[in-house]
Structure formats: structure tokens, C-alpha cells
């Protein structure tokens, strides 16, 4: 017998297969036990502690999930005033930042002008040898309250010449400044929004990143819900369509340079119709102080009919409130717009109700751009002998043209003290790695009675220390001991002065909420006009310069902020829900400006200015005013997406300051455009149009409170308008579905629900599109990161996406979001393809996809109608220590299978084997998806539509829901839409 | 053969024995892989301990850093299972014991033996005992130990006669086991109970 070459070959081969196929043993794993068991840890078991969030100056309460002692996600604390249990997607990603891989870990000296590692001994023997012959030290910090300035004040006080500075590239100054010119009071009041009818916003972006953007989207929706029958609303006066804009019942545009005749103009008209009710000195005051800030304009700057509706809610009731101030319409004139915007308020009775002066809020106390680079320039000069930097980043915050870096470099010493690498700590002579703030103690005074405590949640990453231990110790080494030992004890002795009674239980209990809270106290003295700083008023520029060239705004965008979260890649990859671009940050381009210098999407757009110019992909935004480019916060290289550098807006703002706050106008003129060349866009979604489909809808508010609601709609029939697409909110329970069949259910055998029938409902009335609930995915469910160029080829596997809707609204467009997620259908069409039932419905109504079934044909998701089916096309490992966080309850899927929202079924998973092992029923909100659990203006309720009484099912019962594409396809989806209410009938036109 | 053609043609891929040698083998195989899968588990469960097919023809005993004896704690000292893995009702993993719990007896019994001494060793450099792991299930199966006990499935209905044995071989469960039992017992048969 004689075997041919290739016989023998395929022999092989099909033998080698079997037995390496015979070889699949169990890896060799350890298992390791602690040596003592940790009181509060069980195996297997989440914990969760309340710390603080410190992505950002709100000071969100946190609940940090661990396992085993690893934190893995972060959620809202229920019980903190601010985030009230919801988080941003900044404050979703923070967790990222911790096991990033732009952490410091170890210290850094420059010797022989070159950054290199030290121990830390070495590091602090050096830097307190050049303490000890300090005369003059700065210390530059973000925002900090509580024991770190107590800390920080006794460090300092030991050096003849010191200050501390604090700053935040958000911060409020200008608003401080105008306060103290009008009422002698330099501070920021806090902000309630839940006794005013009505808000109306000049560029104030309160539902994007404005200074506390959870705790104001929630106070919004809470309000302005159909539930509450529209208690609050909202208009938005703005340059750009941004989540704000698209939230508010009415965006007015206008560009920034006319926000200050608007809020002139208002202030005007409201005090010839409030004088007489005045105080006769207070009148006085405040006509001198309008007089100071500008005659009243002839004409009203808006059009007619909206100039009365928007003086209607100002004047009808008492309590409306006037905000101004986000970054895309920060002028050099920003005091000044503040000082109107103040009086306004005072106008209204604003400022006592619902802006709360006294309050102590954390942004009252800040310094402005002026005083910071003032400062490093001092430092540059020689004046300062030691610089520390704290949890801020003026070299990556502060204009190019301010050449922060160099200056840096040429200031004596320089102490950077930071997690992570940044501009800054490149520049610094000493790089000081600090603990991450899930790795310290704390804590953080929101304001006053917001008091919120920290607490490490894990044993450090890195050889790093705490802040406050290496001031501690730093003064230790100069000879001069501070009032502690360690920071810790700055802590717990001041949570014990603060606490009711000294036991130790106080002390646990304040742990467990996160700190002690109570709503700020109105003040103890009214807040008046005072004649002190009237005169220094200046007054506001009425007439629009136009010079050469375009507007350019720096926008801080609810993703990208001031640009500290670039590290996150989470932040990258979930796209800009106004934009739908992920990892690139493009310039957005107002539609007159691309017709003249024929720029389309994906092209490169140069823009130059005096001080800089950037190149970058554009965006052609028909929703900008004209002749406006905007350009946000959180580009540059170093660090953040390594293989795509976006454009920066710093490299083009001038050192424009306003001239009493001293603080950065982010609104420069001059801009010229041009066309540079073309790119390719990373966009998440082609086309916002869905042309006869009806997806996105929304109704009137008259309409919703007549009582006329939509005619149903049975399925296959096709909607004649909008306002009939739907076929009713009939709950997809099985009684239901079977009064309701359709032709084609002939084939179908309708599954049964007997116990659970687990679904969601999605109201578009309160959704902002902000994109916590995607992060929240990301973090929960082990969503691997594809990276820029896997999103161009439509790779991206986000289970959760929000879609961006523009439709048609009487002359006007109409944007709106709608979140799509895995419908769970009753009747799923991926299920019937699958070839190998790696796709099923369950007994509890979810669609479940089963990893280790799956072949990845790839068929169900070629005819899943939403397109929520998401394929690894590679195995995305993730790096130490990143890997840390990965949730072990979740499968980390590998290369080749299709993966999906599951409605978190291992949180439903675990709440249900604990009801079982309790012996007793779920109970209503014990199941929280992660998505659902980090809404800040709960636009998402998950339920059991089997359950009447809970509110899910009360909800998806609504008149206004209906279920996404069902009248086409019949597959009775498990989640249901809430329509969007205009609160406003479309403007009429074609 | 008598071809103009100058270029040989090949002959039959599966001339000769190798065709039929090569059926034969593959259908050893499927044979083989039926079996395993109908046949074996219900076996492997009427064995006890013998669980995995791998395990019963190949399994090796594994090697532990400390020579620990089921087979003396729990038959001879009557010790329960709960003592030492004490999670087991409140967690999804039973848990091991802790150096401490482990000395909280050994600091008096048989203080001196080598194998103690081992472990007071682990103790006192503060480093965990590496224990081998014995059973192994894959990562996508969400296995909750207290939802088992709470319905009084025994230990030994998966784990084997643990207390008949000394040194335990490495096994590695495989869904037929799981299902066999679910069924049996009218247990939820979703995929989703658990694969998560």
C-alpha cells in the first residue's frame, strides 16, 4: 500500500486537529485566599463605597463598585444632593483614569534638563532642601475645599510670601465679579432650579457641561416633565445647537457677541415695569447701574413675536431666572453681560429663590486665567521661588499664545503634583505621582452643607502618595511639623468637629453616605445693591464689530469638557451625540462659511488666527450662526488619542482677558478659514434623516393635555403623518399581543411569559442625548474599545447608541434623540436565522445571545431591523492594569461571536437569585440596568410589564408610547418609546 | 495510461488504504464523541468523582503547594464543608479558608508537622497559599453556589466523594453534566440562567 503525498498531508492534518483538539485542557489556574479575611469583603460579592467624583468641580457623590477589591464601576450616590444616583459620562469614565496608562508611576526629577525617575526619598529630600530656602511659594490648585485647604494653609503659612491660587478653565469669575461690583459680594451663587417657572439661558450650555450638569439636567426634567405638566421651561439662547439647545423648548439663535444687548435690553424693560415696586433707593441703584451698563436699545434685538414670548414668563410671574455664561459665549465683556444678567435676576426675584447667594459655593473662590498666568509669569520672572500644581493643568488649559510651558521652564522650581501626565508635569522640574482620588481620603464642600467625604476604595496602583501626606511631609523635612501626622487625620479631625456626636458610629455613618448634606440655607443678610462698585461698571458693546474673518468658539461639550478627560478612551470612542464623530474632534463650520470657502464634511479646514493656527477635519453645521466657526476644548496631542492628534483650540485663542475678572474670553474674531485638503470622518451615523420612516417622534403639548393622542395605528398599516405612526402603547404582555394579530403571526408561535416580563420604556421628552447611559454600558457590560479606524469601517461595538433625529418642524428643523438599544422583540427576526439558536427568546421576555453558541455567521444581525447587533472582529485584549476593571459577572467575548445589549441580565440575574434565595418576590427599582441607573434626568425605567403596578408598566401604557419600526415589521419590542412633546406648536410655514 | 497530455495526472486523492483507513478513523471519532457526549455524563455521575472524561483517562493528580487531605478533615475529623468554604450560602463562590482559619486550629493541632509548617511559612512572608485549581468551569458560565445549596443539591452531586479522596485530580465540567441534572430536577433550562 502506497500513500500519495497529499493523502498523507490531509491525513495529518485531519489527525492533528483531533488531537490538538483532544488537548483543550483547563488552564492551570491559582486560586489564591486572603491570609486574613478583610471584614467587609466576601468573595464573589459587589461592595460599594461613597467617595467623591473629581472629573470635574460639581463634586458628584459617587458609589464605587468593587469586587474584590478592585473597584470596577462607578455609579451616582443616591444620597449626595448633587448627583442624586445619576453620573455624567465624564463622571462614568473617571474609573478609567484610574487604571489609564497615562498614570504617573513613580517620581520624576529633572536633571540635566531631562524629566528621569528618582525614589521618592531622593525626590522629597531635593524638594525640601529647595523649600528650606523658599522665602516665596505658590500653590496652584483646581477647586478644593475641606481638609485639603486646611492642609494646604498650613503648609503655606510656614513661608514668608505665599498664596494659594485656585482654577478651573470653567470657572465662574467674571459671575463673581459682577456680584461684587453690584452687591459686594464676590462669589458665585448656587443654583436651584426647583421654584422657578422659567429659565431662560444665554449660552449657559445647563444640560451639556456647564458648571453642575447633572444636578441641573435633573432639577430640569424633574420640572419640565409632562408629568409635572411642564412646571419649568426652558428656552435656550445660543450660538450653537448644542444638547441644551436641543432639550430647551425653544432655541433661540444668537451668537455671542449679542448676548449682552439682549440681557441689556430685558433688564431695561423689566425695570420700567417693576421701578415703582421698588425700594426708591434700591430703583435708584438699579437705574444707575443700567445707566452704567448702557442706554436702552430703540429697537427690542429679538424679532417681534419671540421678543414677547420670551418677556411673557419674565414678568407674568415672579421667580424666572436669567443664566449666562458657558464657554462658547465667553466674551471679554463677560462682567458686564453678568451684571445685566444679575440685575435681571434681581428683577425677577431670582436671587433669593433660586439663585442662592451665601450658599458657599466651591466656584466662588476661584481665581481667574489672568491670576494664574500673572502667576507663572512671577514665577518665570524670579519672584517665586517654588510653584506647586495641584489637580490642575495650566500648561493644557491656558492659551498657546500665553507660552505657559516655557515660562514654566524658566521658573526656579517647579512642582507638579498629578496622577497623570499632562502638559504641565512635562514642563515641571519635580513630577510628584499623587494618588488617584478613588485611592485617597478627602473630601469636598460643594458648597457650605453639601459636605462630601472621600474614601480610597483600593490599595494604591502606582508608588504614589497622597497630596496632603506630602505637603505633610514635605514640611516635616523643612523642620517644621504640621498640626497632624498624616493627612488622614486632617480629615477624621474635621469630620469629628463637624459630626453630631462623637461615636464611632457618626463616623461609619458619614462613610456610608458619602458625607452630611443639607440644602443651603437662603442668607443671613438680603442681598441689595450697594453703591461701592457701580461706578465701575463698564459698559456693554451694542454694536457688533465685524472685522475680517470668522467667530471661533470653544465650546466645552458634555464628553470632552475642558479637555482633562482626554485620557478616557470611553470618551473617544462614544461618539459626540451632535456630531455623531468619534475620536476626532472636528471643527464645526457654520453653513455660510463652507459655501464661500467650498469645505464640505471630511475636508481638512485650516484655521489661522493671530496668535496660532490649527488643521482639522470639519463639520458643516447648518445650525451655527453664520459666519461662526467652533472648535472644542480637549484636543492636542499629549496625551490623549495617540493615533489621531486632533486640532486645539488653545493654539488659537488670543490672551484676551476680561478686564475686571481677568477672566479667558473663549469667543476670538478674526478666524480665517480655508479649505486644506480632505480626510475621512469617524462617524457613527450617515445620515440623521429617516425620510418616511417614522422613528424619532414627538407630539404637542396641547395636543398631550386635550387628551389627543395619536390614532392607532395596526401593524402593516402605514402611517399617514407622524402624528398617526403608531400602533398604541399596548404593553407586549401576551394577551395583548394576541388581541392584536397580525397576518404574519399565522407562522409564528408567540412565545409565553409566564413569571417576568422584563422591558424598558424610553421617554424622549426628558432624553438630553448626553451619552452616560453609553458610557455606563461601556463600563458595565466589558464593551471592548475599537479605535478611529474600526469605527470608520462601522466596527464599533456600542450596545446603547443615541441616535441624532432631524426632522421637519413647521419652517424650522427639530432635533432630536433617540436612545436605541436591543429592543428585546417579542417577535425578534435575528432569533428564526440563527443557525445555531445562539439567539433565543426566555421565559422573562428578554433576547438572550449566548457567546459560547455562537458561530458568527453573522446573519442575525443582517436582519435585526434596529441594527443593534455588534460583531468582534477581533479579540480586543485590554491592557494591565485596565484589565482590572473588567466586570467578572459579564463574559468577555472573544474574537468571532455577535454581542448585544442583554438589559444587564446579570443584574437581573443576580436581584432575581436573590429574591429566590430570600424566598420572595423582586420588588419595584431593586433591578437597575447600568444605563437606566446613571440617567440623569431619568428618561430611561426599566420594569417588568408583568408587574401592573410598577411604574414601568404604568409608563409603556402612556398614550404617547409606541414601539420603534413595529408598524413595518411586527416585532413587538420589549422596549417602549415615550414621544418627545413640543411644548410649542411648530412655527407655521412650509 | 496513454495521455498526449505531457502533465501527469494525479491519481485519486483517496486511492489505496488511506481512504478507508481514513473513514474508519473518522468514524472512530464521531463514534467516540456520541458517546462522550450522550453516554458519559450520567456515567461520569454515578462515579462520583469521576466527572470529566479527560480526567478519567488522563487526569493528573494534582500537585498542591500544601499536601491537603480531604479525606482526613472531612471523614475522619468530621469537619463540614461550610466551615471551611464558608460563602457558599451568601456568595457565588464558596470561597477557600484563610490562612488564619486554617492555623486558628493548626496552632494547636499538629503544630509542627512539615506540611503546617509550610503554611505558617505562607503566613509569615504575608503571600497567599497558590492552591492548584481543581474545578474548572469555563469563563462564560455563571455558576451561583448558594442558589445550589439553597435548593440542598450536595456538594458531592458535583464535586465527587471529595471525602473519600486525598489528593484530588483536575476536572473540568462540561454543560451535559449541568444539563442532565437541571432537567431532572425541573431546574430553569434558559441559556441565559447561566451564561451571562
Known amino acids: 500500500m502506497s500513500i500519495e503525498r497529499r493523502t498523507f498531508l490531509k491525513a495529518i492534518g485531519v489527525l492533528g486537529v483531533g488531537s490538538l483538539s483532544g488537548c483543550n485542557q483547563a488552564p492551570t489556574d491559582k486560586l489564591h485566599a486572603y491570609l486574613t479575611p478583610p471584614e467587609d469583603v466576601i468573595p464573589g460579592v459587589a461592595g460599594f463605597y461613597a467617595t467623591i467624583c473629581r472629573a470635574c468641580p460639581a463634586g458628584c457623590g459617587l458609589w464605587v463598585k468593587t469586587r474584590e477589591a478592585r473597584p470596577i464601576k462607578l455609579e451616582g450616590n443616591p444620597r449626595h444632593p448633587v448627583s442624586r444616583g445619576a453620573l455624567c459620562p465624564r463622571g462614568q469614565a473617571f474609573i478609567q483614569s484610574l487604571y489609564g496608562r497615562h498614570r504617573i508611576a513613580e517620581p520624576l526629577m529633572r536633571v540635566q534638563d531631562r524629566l528621569q525617575p528618582v525614589p521618592w526619598a531622593e525626590a522629597v529630600d531635593a524638594l525640601a532642601g529647595r523649600l528650606a530656602k523658599a522665602s516665596s511659594v505658590t500653590f496652584l490648585s483646581g477647586a478644593e475645599s475641606g481638609s485639603f485647604e486646611t492642609v494646604r494653609g498650613d503648609f503655606l503659612s510656614r513661608f514668608p510670601r505665599s498664596r494659594a491660587l485656585e482654577y478651573e478653565p470653567l470657572g465662574m469669575t467674571s459671575q463673581a465679579a459682577a456680584a461684587s461690583l453690584l452687591f459686594g459680594r464676590s462669589e458665585v451663587p448656587w443654583l436651584d432650579l426647583r421654584r422657578t417657572h422659567y429659565v431662560l439661558s444665554l449660552g449657559a450650555d445647563l444640560l451639556d457641561a456647564w458648571i453642575s450638569p447633572v444636578h441641573l439636567a435633573a432639577e430640569w426634567a424633574e420640572r419640565h416633565s409632562i408629568q409635572n405638566q411642564r412646571a419649568l421651561r426652558l428656552d435656550y439662547a445660543g450660538p450653537r445647537r448644542n444638547l441644551t439647545a436641543t432639550a430647551a423648548d425653544r432655541w433661540i439663535p444668537l451668537p455671542p457677541a449679542r448676548m449682552g444687548a439682549l440681557a441689556l435690553a430685558l433688564a431695561h424693560e423689566l425695570f420700567l415695569r417693576r421701578r415703582d415696586s421698588l425700594a426708591p433707593e434700591q430703583a435708584d441703584l438699579l437705574g444707575k447701574a443700567l445707566a452704567r451698563l448702557g442706554p436702552r436699545p430703540a429697537a427690542p434685538p429679538l424679532e417681534e413675536g419671540l421678543w414677547k414670548s420670551v418677556l411673557g414668563p419674565l414678568t407674568e410671574k415672579p421667580g424666572a431666572v436669567i443664566l449666562y455664561g458657558g464657554a462658547e459665549c465667553r466674551t471679554a465683556e463677560a462682567t458686564a453681560v453678568h451684571a445685566a444678567v444679575l440685575l435681571l435676576n434681581l428683577l425677577t426675584g431670582a436671587i433669593g429663590s433660586s439663585l442662592l447667594f451665601d450658599a458657599g459655593y466651591v466656584y466662588s473662590k476661584l481665581h481667574s ?116 501626622p498624616d493627612y488622614k487625620s486632617y480629615v477624621t479631625a474635621r469630620w469629628a468637629a463637624m459630626a453630631a456626636s462623637q461615636n464611632s458610629q457618626e463616623w461609619e455613618k458619614m462613610l456610608i453616605d458619602g458625607g452630611r448634606f443639607a440644602a443651603p440655607a437662603p442668607p443671613s443678610r438680603p442681598v441689595e445693591l450697594i453703591d461701592g462698585g457701580l461706578d465701575r461698571l463698564p459698559a456693554i458693546s451694542l454694536e457688533t464689530a465685524s472685522g475680517a474673518g470668522c467667530t471661533l468658539l470653544a465650546p466645552m461639550t458634555a464628553l470632552r469638557f ?41 475636508d481638512l479646514v485650516s484655521l489661522k488666527g493671530r496668535s496660532g493656527a490649527v488643521t482639522g477635519l470639519a463639520v458643516v453645521c447648518p445650525d451655527l450662526c453664520a459666519g461662526t466657526a467652533a472648535l472644542p476644548f480637549g484636543g492636542g496631542s499629549a496625551p490623549g488619542p495617540e493615533e489621531n492628534p486632533n486640532p486645539d483650540v488653545l493654539r488659537l485663542l488670543p490672551p484676551v482677558f476680561d478686564p475686571l475678572s481677568g477672566e479667558l474670553a473663549l469667543v476670538a474674531t478674526g478666524i480665517e478659514a480655508a479649505k486644506a485638503g480632505t480626510g ?147 417577535n425578534a427576526p435575528c432569533e428564526i436565522v440563527c443557525p445555531a439558536f445562539a439567539t433565543q427568546h426566555t421565559p422573562e421576555g428578554l433576547n438572550s ?118 408598524y413595518v415589521v411586527n416585532t413587538r419590542p420589549g422596549i417602549v418609546y415615550l414621544r418627545k412633546v413640543n411644548t410649542y406648536p411648530a412655527p407655521p410655514g412650509a | 495510461m496513454t495521455s498526449v497530455n505531457p502533465v501527469p495526472t494525479p491519481r485519486r486523492l483517496w486511492g489505496g488504504w488511506a481512504g478507508p483507513l481514513l473513514l474508519a478513523l473518522f468514524l472512530l471519532a464521531v463514534g467516540a464523541m456520541l458517546l462522550g457526549f450522550f453516554y458519559y455524563p450520567g456515567l461520569a455521575r454515578q462515579h462520583g468523582r469521576q466527572i470529566a472524561f479527560q480526567e478519567v483517562m488522563f487526569g493528573p493528580k494534582l500537585e498542591q503547594p500544601i499536601a491537603f487531605s480531604h479525606r482526613l478533615h472531612v471523614t475522619d475529623k468530621q469537619i463540614d464543608c461550610a466551615y471551611c468554604h464558608p460563602n457558599g450560602e451568601r456568595s457565588p463562590h464558596p470561597g477557600l479558608p484563610t490562612a488564619e482559619k486554617c492555623l486558628g486550629c493548626h496552632n494547636h493541632i499538629i503544630p509542627q508537622h512539615q506540611e503546617i509548617l509550610k503554611l505558617k511559612q505562607f503566613a509569615a512572608d504575608g503571600t497567599s497559599v497558590p492552591w492548584v485549581r481543581v474545578y474548572y468551569s469555563p469563563d462564560h458560565v455563571y455558576f451561583p453556589h448558594f442558589r445550589h445549596l439553597k435548593k440542598e443539591v450536595r456538594c458531592q452531586e458535583c464535586h465527587g466523594e471529595v471525602e473519600k479522596t486525598d489528593r484530588l485530580s483536575q476536572v473540568t465540567f462540561y454543560m451535559g453534566f449541568c444539563v442532565q441534572c437541571h432537567q431532572e430536577r425541573q431546574a430553569p433550562m434558559t441559556c441565559s440562567a447561566c451564561h451571562q
Open chain 1, 369 to 484: 486665567e489672568k491670576k494664574v498666568a500673572d502667576a507663572i509669569d512671577a514665577a518665570a520672572q524670579g519672584a517665586t521661588d517654588v510653584l506647586l500644581v495641584h489637580g490642575c493643568n495650566p500648561a493644557g488649559t491656558l492659551p498657546a499664545s500665553l507660552e505657559i510651558p516655557s515660562r514654566l521652564g524658566k521658573a526656579a522650581t517647579v512642582v507638579a503634583m498629578a496622577y497623570e501626565h499632562s502638559e504641565t508635569t512635562a514642563a515641571a522640574d519635580f513630577v510628584l505621582p499623587v494618588h488617584h482620588p478613588l485611592e485617597s481620603w478627602g473630601d469636598y464642600d460643594v458648597t457650605r452643607t453639601i459636605c462630601g467625604l472621600m474614601q480610597p476604595v483600593r490599595a494604591p496602583l502606582y508608588k504614589t502618595r497622597m497630596a496632603g501626606d506630602l505637603l505633610i511631609e514635605l514640611s516635616r523635612k523643612t523642620g517644621k511639623p504640621l498640626a497632624h
Open chain 1, 680 to 826: 475621512t470622518l469617524a462617524r457613527t451615523q450617515a445620515s440623521s434623516y429617516s425620510d418616511d420612516r417614522y422613528l424619532c417622534l414627538a407630539m404637542d403639548l396641547a395636543d398631550a393635555q386635550a387628551g389627543r393622542y395619536p390614532r392607532m395605528v395596526r401593524h402593516g398599516e402605514i402611517p399617514a403623518s407622524e402624528a398617526a405612526a403608531d400602533h398604541g402603547a399596548a404593553v407586549p404582555m401576551p394577551a395583548d399581543d394576541l388581541n392584536q394579530r397580525h397576518p404574519h403571526d399565522a407562522v409564528h408561535e408567540l412565545p409565553d411569559h409566564p413569571e417576568h416580563r422584563w422591558g424598558m420604556t424610553v421617554d424622549l421628552d426628558r432624553c438630553t442625548g448626553c451619552g452616560a447611559c453609553i458610557v455606563a454600558c461601556y463600563a458595565e457590560n466589558n464593551v471592548p474599545v475599537v479605535g478611529r479606524e474600526e469605527i470608520i469601517r462601522r466596527r464599533d461595538l456600542a450596545w446603547l447608541r443615541i441616535e441624532k433625529h432631524i426632522v421637519r418642524h413647521g419652517r424650522g428643523q427639530q432635533v432630536r434623540w433617540l436612545p436605541v438599544m436591543c429592543q428585546h422583540c417579542t
Open chain 1, 849 to 966: 445571545q449566548i457567546y459560547n453558541r455562537c458561530v458568527g455567521t453573522r446573519y442575525c444581525a443582517n436582519n435585526c431591523p434596529y441594527k443593534v447587533r455588534r460583531f468582534n472582529f477581533f479579540d480586543y485584549a485590554r491592557e494591565v492594569p485596565a484589565n482590572e476593571q473588567l466586570n467578572p459577572d459579564v463574559t468577555v467575548r472573544p474574537r468571532g461571536v455577535m454581542e448585544k445589549c442583554s438589559l444587564c441580565i446579570q443584574r437581573i440575574r443576580e436581584v432575581t437569585n436573590r429574591a429566590k434565595a430570600e424566598s420572595r418576590p423582586v420588588r419595584e427599582g431593586e433591578i437597575l440596568p447600568a444605563c437606566v441607573q446613571t440617567c440623569p434626568t431619568g428618561a430611561l425605567t426599566f420594569g417588568d410589564f408583568r408587574q401592573e403596578s410598577w411604574r414601568a408598566t404604568r409608563l409603556a401604557a402612556d398614550p404617547r408610547g409606541y414601539r420603534l419600526l413595529d
Open chain 1, 562 to 602: 475642558d479637555g482633562r478627560s482626554r485620557t478616557q478612551d470611553w470618551l473617544w470612542e462614544v461618539p459626540d451625540p451632535v456630531l455623531q464623530t468619534a475620536w476626532d474632534l472636528p471643527v464645526e463650520i457654520a453653513a455660510d462659511l463652507a459655501r464661500q470657502h467650498g469645505i464640505a464634511d471630511g
